[in-house]
């Protein structure tokens, strides 16, 4: 079992950056595919970012490529999510998610964290 745990949410205004880091525990981390989801009010959660356990494939939705990039380090158990240009499209709670494997759905969640990006 995995526990995640985000940060690095916040205000910004349109344009600007902000970095979200998911911490993992667990001593399998580097065998789990790693994912970012997020919720905005009144909308279902929707997919943002994934990455395979060895880093060797990265997707996004298509609302934010070439915005955002998603990487993760296996030696500190760590996801991150740096988001540029963003847009007031972007305020969500972020959500970092494990699965398994490469094959599996995402089971762990972590409590999420709040973007806010001001127009």
């Known amino acids: 079992q995995v526990q995640l745990v985000e940060s690095g949410g916040g205000l910004v205004q349109a344009g600007g950056s902000l970095k979200l880091s998911c911490a993992a525990s667990?001593?399998?981390?580097?065998?789990?595919?790693m994912g970012w989801l997020r919720q905005a009010p009144g909308k279902e959660r929707e997919f943002v970012a994934g990455?395979?356990?060895?880093?060797?494939?990265?997707y996004y939705a298509d609302s934010v490529k070439g915005r955002f990039a998603i990487s993760r380090d296996n030696a500190k158990n760590m996801v991150y999510l740096q988001m540029n240009s963003l847009k007031p499209d972007d305020t969500a709670i972020y959500y970092c998610?494990?699965?398994?494997?490469?094959?599996?759905?995402?089971?762990?969640w972590g409590q999420g964290t709040q973007v806010t990006v001001s127009s």
């Open positions: 667990g001593r399998t981390f580097s065998s789990y595919r």
């Open positions: 998610a494990a699965a398994r494997n490469d094959y599996s759905a995402y089971e762990y």
């Open positions: 990455i395979t356990s060895s880093s060797g494939r990265i």
